[in-house]
T-cell receptor, first 117, second 113 residues
Framework: GAVVSQHPSRVICKSGTSVKIECRSLDFQATTMFWYRQFPKQSLMLMATSNEGSKATYEQGVEKDKFLINHASLTLSTLTVTSAHPEDSSFYIC?????????????FGPGTRLLVL | KNQVEQSPQSLIILEGKNCTLQCNYTVSPFSNLRWYKQDTGRGPVSLTIMTFSENTKSNGRYTATLDADTKQSSLHITASQLSDSASYICVVSANFGNEKLTFGTGTRLTIIP
């Protein structure tokens, strides 16, 4: 199947700093990338959908100025958590989809564990 | 409101035994139903994906069923192994032009030796 990577796999930062998470599709062109957040023992919650070259669409309740998403190329999307606070500590997972993919339409990355102190 | 409910919430079985996980959904318009395995601290990995016309699909020791009339699905695991310990998530896709996934809360499966 298609491969999606995330970097870093885990990050610890101080409150008030910004953190950037990268999501890459390694063997296909991702026209759309999705960013999810998962709190302990809960399911994945969609934060935003980004199409290459256009602005991301955010889900209700997700602050677009706090969670900056850039999808500048067909293989890379970034999520920047600005002025992170302890309540932003979570597991962030991206997924990617592309027109060339058959059957499965979204492939998930391995996730990034963010801990804000 | 689109919803996916899974049961049981957690399950513990002995290695080598079989088990069945359940998923009920109210998602419209239905596009497909997937089962994912998520190890702790990892992203979800796809096990099966079924469209409206498919009743059953297998992937090794995993067999998923779908009843589109009753909007129910099950995931049967045969001859469980310790490595099967994970969360199993039922995900239903609705197609609004852009695909929209609705996630269940998962079943936490623990296999004990």
């Amino acid at each position: 199947g298609a491969v999606v990577s995330q970097h870093p796999s885990r990050v610890i930062c101080k409150s008030g700093t910004s953190v950037k998470i990268e999501c890459r599709s390694l063997d296909f062109q991702a026209t759309t990338m999705f960013w999810y957040r998962q709190f302990p023992k809960q399911s994945l919650m969609l934060m935003a959908t980004s199409n290459e070259g256009s602005k991301a669409t955010y889900e209700q309740g997700v602050e677009k100025d706090k969670f900056l998403i850039n999808h500048a190329s067909l293989t890379l999307s970034t999520l920047t958590v600005t002025s992170a606070h302890p309540e932003d500590s979570s597991f962030y997972i991206c997924s990617a989809s592309g027109l060339a993919l058959k059957g499965e339409t979204q492939y998930f990355g391995p996730g990034t564990r963010l801990l804000v102190l | 409101k689109n919803q996916v409910e899974q049961s049981p919430q957690s399950l513990i079985i002995l290695e080598g035994k079989n088990c069945t996980l359940q998923c009920n959904y109210t998602v419209s318009p239905f596009s497909n139903l997937r089962w994912y395995k998520q190890d702790t601290g990892r992203g979800p990995v796809s096990l099966t994906i079924m469209t409206f016309s498919e009743n059953t699909k297998s992937n090794g020791r995993y067999t998923a069923t779908l009843d589109a009339d009753t909007k129910q699905s099950s995931l049967h695991i045969t001859a469980s192994q310790l490595s099967d310990s994970a969360s199993y998530i039922c995900v239903v896709s609705a197609n609004f032009g852009n695909e929209k996934l609705t996630f269940g809360t998962g079943t936490r499966l623990t296999i004990i030796p």
